[in-house]
Structure formats: structure tokens, C-alpha cells
Nanobody
Framework: QVQLVESGGGSVQPGGSLRLSCAAS????????IGWYRQAPEKQREMVAI???????HYGDSVKGRFTISRDIGKNTAYLQMNSLESDDTAVYYC????????WGQGIQVTVSS
């Protein structure tokens, strides 16, 4: 099992940046993969970015080149740096850890609006 605590959400203008953090309650290297999904109103949930235990990364097409996922092994924390934010990035962002089954954080709101 793992508990996930997200932080760093909020409101930002288009073109701005935010960094999300996801602190895991166990050694992040024992987690098969950890990353972010998002859910916008009236839209399907979509994968944003994932980092595997070996450090491999995967991104959703809509965020490639703008978002970067990383991790701090010593802090058991994953980060999502979001740059060049657009209104379509507005959503609740969920940290997800896969250890056989998926464990979800409580979600954090990101709002991009002028």
C-alpha cells in the first residue's frame, strides 16, 4: 500500500507555470510507476505524465513539450512541472501510484484562466 499527498495546485493565467508535488509514504523505487492523471468537467480522464521505477517517462500528447515529470528519490516525491499552461489544462490532477493495483491521491485543482 501507499498513501499519496499532492500539493502545489492553484490558479494561474494562461502562459504561466505551476509545479505539482506528490509525496509517497513508501520508497518511491518500490513503486512500479508514479505519475499524474487529470479530470476536467465533462471530459474523459486522461494520462498526463508517468515516471517508471527505472526513470523512464511517458507523456500525454497534449502536454508533450510543456510538462516535465521528475522525482526526488530521497524525498519519495514526484513532481510535475507545468509550463506554458493553457485553459484546456484546467482540471483536477490526481497522483497515481501503481503497485500491482493503482493507488490514487485525493486530487488537486489546477485552474488556468485570465
Amino acid at each position: 500500500q501507499v498513501q499519496l499527498v499532492e500539493s502545489g495546485g492553484g490558479s494561474v493565467q494562461p502562459g504561466g507555470s505551476l509545479r505539482l508535488s506528490c509525496a509517497a509514504s513508501r520508497n518511491i523505487l518500490t513503486i512500479y510507476s508514479i505519475g499524474w492523471y487529470r479530470q476536467a468537467p465533462e471530459k474523459q480522464r486522461e494520462m498526463v505524465a508517468i515516471i517508471g521505477s527505472s526513470g523512464d517517462t511517458h507523456y500525454g500528447d497534449s502536454v508533450k513539450g510543456r510538462f516535465t515529470i521528475s522525482r526526488d528519490i530521497g524525498k519519495n516525491t514526484a513532481y510535475l512541472q507545468m509550463n506554458s499552461l493553457e485553459s484546456d489544462d484546467t482540471a483536477v490532477y490526481y497522483c497515481v501510484a501503481r503497485i500491482g493495483v493503482d493507488y490514487w491521491g485525493q486530487g488537486i485543482q489546477v485552474t488556468v484562466s485570465s
